[in-house]
């Protein structure tokens, strides 16, 4: 497994929850971009956030100012800090990682309650 993602789960709106995602260090340390997608049901996967190797980040427009991708190199680990959760938000959240190719995770699924 190249990446394992964790920390979805129930939330009510308004609440907060951070994804975790560990990659193989071979994959981690020469990926160019790195980032969160999520897919909702009956909707296409889309992207959440992503770091570059030359160290931007961009957000899809409806989670900026909410949601923060950071990384761990030591770790392997990237994260996706998501506050201020709302319905629309739920959704299956996969990490992914691009070398060549795009890895993906498994998915974590994260629910938001009204």
């Known amino acids: 497994v190249q990446l394992q993602a964790s920390g979805g789960g129930l939330v009510q709106a308004g609440g907060s929850l951070r994804l975790s995602c560990v990659a193989s260090m071979f994959i981690f340390s020469r990926a160019t971009t790195i980032g969160w997608y999520r897919q909702a049901p009956g909707k296409q996967r889309e992207l959440v956030a992503a770091i570059h190797s030359v160290g931007t980040t961009n957000y899809a427009e409806s989670m900026k100012g909410r949601f923060t991708i950071s990384r761990d190199n030591a770790k392997n680990t990237m994260y996706l800090q998501m506050n201020s959760l709302k319905s629309e938000d739920t959704a299956i959240y996969y990490c992914?990682?691009?070398?060549?190719?795009?890895?993906w995770g498994q998915g974590t699924l994260v629910t938001v309650s009204s």
């Open positions: 992914s990682a691009t070398w060549r190719s795009t890895y």
